[in-house]
């Protein structure tokens, strides 16, 4: 699996920032978060920086908050996307979608979905609207593969595995390339506290890598990383909460910009706010949190431990946290590729296990990572990779390679 | 009926008559042509047994008793079709398996003979819907054979079974849970592989991995079939749990966690061989 850049606000220079580090990256650009002509200076930027682009038209909300998707062709001026009105509405908008993704020179199409709510005619409308995209795409979008943007909401992501069934069948018979997966937060949280939801995106994701589909998913962290175990062919994450959890509101800059720093410590899975790190450095905890895989260990993160003052004062800030998580969460990635599904799940149940052991000592020690500790999300993904090894475990072995 | 098929080919001999069923007559004969065979006159030709005889005649499917002829013959001024196909000389599975379970080589070797079947029949689009222990062969080489072909699904032809049906054709406790439940107009391979799982279980182990014999109707055979998967039971040789992994894997409740297709399992059939210790 690959990490990808899922674009959000801000994100231009640290995507050719960790472009350069890591030697090429892949980012899915926001409409939401550039203009139309941002789109076409900035992507010039991208292609001389070896980044690879994908475009995401972002018609999931067609009501919520658009300041900037207003500002592209294929939004419709009345507050909506067009996207239930008559072919030729959607054939225009599949145009002008193709046209952006011509400026950004994507390497692959992602065509637009609809985040329905969950209700009993949703499925039928669900793979209705996908299917009208779909044949009205295979009309001008040949170039390049072409991924259908799966958006499953909420409340259907906590179904019995039987009510998915009969949508799976109806997904795995879509004429695409492969599937941009979107799933919507509960209760838009960063981290998921139930086990049904996670299982059922790790369910469908194996069921269509099994079949030979390639699977991006989109506005993930580290929660996902168990996509590895099924060979999904990236995960798209990001900077703010709003890229690394999908949910139907898109969350407000500002707002976000009031809240903390998070510094992420990969060897729990959690994130420490700078507050408590200066209370880890105060105690002579803060040297522990050091990661031993020297991989971790990034320039931003450097500032914290290779500085004899308590890590407010080194200069760290936002900006080197999302780098920091980032790189983090790319090793993470790196490490669990693995040349065969049981050495894949054993790094991660160690992974999970390592986490517990320093969510503990470090509780021990009085440093807390509050909201964001993983604490109640290992027994979730526990409970997860246990039912993906039950439902697919075999076939995951037997694929591992050709996939 | 019979004495009208003798005038036509005079060396016809009558060798053992089967009981009667719903839509043919079937005997086994011997006739110089084609020496011992399988003759079958069609009571009322329809739609579906032409679909079954055409599955079969127009199509070499490996393990299948092949058709040596059709054709029809008038008696009491009705139309009747007939045809001879070949006689492979053995037992049902289902006889041999009341003398106790195969051993593991057998059961590999009819593993491997269904796998390769259905794999073909998904080349063709064809379902064959019914696999158990009394449509298989069981012949005196060790070879194994899949017959009675009469409920398949063509899925390049307009089904046969009414849309509102709620239940699509298939034997209860060997049939996939598909077949009963929300999408039997979306059945393909993958319903057949469940069937395999079921067989070979059965076959490796003497028992059935989900009927218990006592259910109480229809209703339990389905619930069991839809909810109750079998022990990761232990086989001999089979150290890695690889053969029990893809056994297991053809059972699975929902198609979605089956093998992709039956081309990949039997791929995956073949893998797994490798790792037993025989």
Same mark, same amino acid.
């Given at each position: 699996m690959k990490l990808f850049l899922q674009f959000g606000h801000g994100m231009k220079a640290l995507t050719l920032d960790l472009s350069k580090k890591w030697d090429g990256a892949s980012v899915i650009l926001s409409p939401r978060d550039m203009t139309p002509e941002q789109l076409i200076v900035w992507s010039k930027d991208f292609e001389r920086a070896g980044v690879e682009c994908y475009f995401d038209?972002?018609?999931?909300?067609?009501?919520? /908050?658009?300041k900037r998707l207003?500002?592209? #062709?294929?939004? &419709?001026?009345?507050?909506? #996307?067009? %996207?239930?009105?008559s072919e030729t509405k959607i054939d225009r908008q599949i145009k002008e979608i193709k046209r952006y993704n011509d400026i950004a020179k994507s390497k692959a199409y992602i065509l637009p979905s609809i985040l329905n709510n969950y209700a009993s005619d949703w499925a039928d409308r669900f793979i209705f609207q996908s299917k009208r995209f779909i044949d009205s795409a295979h009309s001008v979008m040949n170039d390049k593969p072409v991924y259908a943007t799966l958006a499953f909401p909420k409340d259907f992501l906590i179904q019995s595995e039987a009510t998915l069934e009969p949508v799976l069948q109806e997904i795995l018979e879509l &004429?695409?390339?492969g599937y941009y997966v979107i799933a919507e937060a509960l209760d838009r +949280?960063? %981290?998921? &506290?139930?086990p049904m939801w996670l299982s059922n995106v790790l369910h469908i994701c194996a069921t269509l890598k099994i079949a030979g589909k390639k699977v991006i998913y989109g506005?993930?962290?580290?929660?996902?990383?168990? =996509?590895s175990l099924l060979k999904a062919d990236a995960m798209a994450s990001g900077t703010w909460l709003n890229v690394r959890s999908f949910t139907n509101r898109f969350i407000d800059i500002d707002e976000q910009k009031r809240k903390s720093t998070w510094v992420y410590y990969p060897d729990a899975l959690s994130e420490y706010k700078l507050s408590f790190l200066d209370w880890a450095f105060n105690n002579g905890? %803060?040297?522990?949190? +050091?990661?031993?895989? +020297?991989?971790? =260990? &990034?320039e931003s993160i450097n500032k914290i431990f290779k500085s004899s003052v308590p890590p407010s004062a080194t200069g760290f800030n936002e900006t080197d946290a999302f780098k920091h998580y980032l790189c983090c969460l790319k090793h993470q990635v790196d490490l669990l590729d693995k040349p065969s599904y049981k050495e894949a799940l054993e790094s991660y149940e160690m992974l999970l296990t390592t986490a517990e052991r320093e969510i503990e000592r470090l509780e021990n020690a009085g440093v807390y990572a509050q909201t964001r500790s993983f604490r109640n999300f290992i027994d979730i993904n526990r409970a997860a990779i246990t039912q993906l090894n039950k439902n697919h475990g075999f076939s995951l072995g037997m694929s591992w390679k050709s996939m | 009926m019979i004495a009208e098929l003798t005038k036509k080919y005079p060396s016809l001999r009558v060798i053992k008559a089967y009981p009667e069923s719903g839509q043919k007559w079937v005997y086994l004969v011997s006739i110089d #042509?084609?020496?011992?065979v399988m003759l079958k006159i069609i009571k009322r030709m329809d739609e579906r047994i032409r679909r079954e005889i055409d599955i079969v005649n127009q199509n070499d499917i490996p393990g299948v008793p092949k058709i040596k002829e059709i054709s029809s013959f008038q008696h009491e001024g009705e139309e009747h079709y007939y045809l001879f196909e070949e006689y492979i000389e053995g037992e049902t599975l289902t006889d041999v398996l009341k003398r106790g379970p195969l051993d593991l080589p057998q059961s590999l070797k009819l593993f491997e003979s269904l796998l390769i079947v259905v794999a073909k029949l998904e080349s063709l689009g064809i379902v064959h819907r019914d696999i158990k222990p009394d449509n298989i062969i069981c012949a005196k080489d060790g070879s194994y054979h899949l017959i009675d072909f009469?409920?398949?699904?063509?899925?390049?032809l307009t089904s %046969?079974?009414?849309?509102?049906?709620?239940v699509g054709p298939h034997t209860p406790g060997y049939g996939a849970p598909e077949l009963f439940q929300y999408n039997k107009a979306k059945i393909n391979s993958k319903a057949d592989l469940f069937s395999v799982g079921v067989v070979v279980y059965q076959a490796i182990f003497g028992r059935h991995p989900f009927i218990t014999?006592? /259910?109480?109707d229809l209703n339990e055979i389905w619930y069991r079939t839809a909810t109750v998967m079998p022990k990761d039971d232990l086989i001999p040789g089979d150290t890695d749990s690889q053969l029990i992994g893809l056994i297991q894997t053809l059972m699975? +409740?929902?198609?979605?966690?089956?093998?992709?297709?039956a081309e990949k399992a039997l791929e995956w059939y073949y893998t797994v061989l490798g790792t037993l210790s025989l």
């Open positions: 038209p972002q018609c999931y909300c067609p009501k919520g /908050e658009q207003v500002q592209y #062709t294929y939004w &419709d001026c009345n507050l909506n #996307t067009n %996207l239930q009105s &004429d695409v390339n +949280k960063y %981290l998921i &506290d139930n506005y993930g962290n580290h929660q996902l990383l168990p =996509l905890y %803060l040297v522990s949190m +050091k990661s031993k895989d +020297k991989d971790f =260990l &990034d | #042509t084609y020496g011992v009469g409920i398949a699904r063509n899925l390049n %046969l079974t009414l849309t509102v049906a709620a014999g006592k /259910e109480a699975q +409740k929902q198609v979605s966690k089956r093998p992709p297709s």
